[in-house]
Nanobody, 115 residues
């Protein structure tokens, strides 16, 4: 059973920064692709950023240049550094991975961007 636990969310002013972390059980960060998704009220969950086991990354156009995804295999964590935050970045952010065809999600962490 894979467990994902997100942390680092909170309230930040527009233009500010936050760093989200996802702690994973086992050694999955080293061997599997990981992703960050978000879901705003009344909207579908969307991919924000992903990182493969080979450290290739991809980003949603709306966050490219502002967000950075990274992995620390030794600590079994995946992080999302979010800079120049905008009110439209407000959402619950989820960590995600797929292992042997099974998709796993964390419980989510709330990010609110507001003055």
């Amino acid at each position: 059973q894979v467990q994902l636990v997100e942390s680092g969310g909170g309230l930040v002013q527009p233009g500010g920064s936050l760093k989200l972390s996802c702690a994973a059980s086992g050694s999955i960060v080293r061997f599997y692709a990981m992703g960050w998704y978000r879901q705003a009220p009344g909207k579908q969950r969307e991919l924000v950023a992903g990182i493969t086991s080979g450290n290739s990354t991809n980003y949603a156009p709306s966050v490219k240049g502002r967000f950075t995804i990274s992995r620390d295999s030794a600590k079994n964590t995946v992080s999302l550094q979010m800079n120049s935050l905008k009110p439209e970045d407000t959402a619950v952010y989820y960590c995600n991975t797929g292992v042997y065809g099974v998709t796993y999600w964390g419980q989510g962490t709330q990010v609110t961007v507001s003055s």
